[in-house]
């Protein structure tokens, strides 16, 4: 289809494995969770894994359309990264979602899971700006994203001066 560079193969065998590795996991904590009665911290942890699984083969999916978008010997198909975009910003709500339902859970978790859904949002901006120009469902900037404004503007000119000399073909 199309020629990974080595180290990309690598970080996509890495994501891979990460899939994989969470999924013993879940089946491993699913077995514990069948002995003992379930509590908060057990449920919160069962949430965290799946939340990691999806995490994972999301990121797999965004490297691997975005490897196929950036070739230009490949038709380019926005609609693929649209829908890597909504996926993000699926994963980025759910994030949200599970660190206001459980009422005990520690700072450091909270903090975790806050970090996740701000990488999920800037990336769904990094996308937003890829894509000028195609239909997005997301016309916003979420409030989040708002202190680190003055990073995304230094990161815009440096995403458009990329664009402009790949399009050049200077990359």
Known sequence: MFDLQPEQADILDTFEDSI?????GDEELNGFM??????NQRLFAKWFYLLRVEFF????????KLNQYMNPRIKRKKKDMVDIQEMLL???LIHDFVAHSFFDVDKKSLEILES???CCLILVYAIKSL??????????IDPSLIP??????YVN???????????????
Do not use: C
């Open 157 to 171: 000119a440096d995403l458009n001066n990329f664009t402009n000399s790949w399009k050049a073909g200077e990359i």
């Open 57 to 64: 083969k999301t990121m797999k999916s965004f490297l691997e």
């Open 116 to 118: 996740y859904r701000i």
């Open 90 to 92: 699926r994963a980025a």
């Open 131 to 140: 894509l000028v120009g195609v239909e997005s469902n997301q016309e916003h």
């Open 34 to 39: 069948a002995l003992m009665d379930i509590s």
């Open 148 to 153: 680190l404004i003055p990073m995304i503007r």
């Open 20 to 24: 994989r590795r969470y999924a013993q």
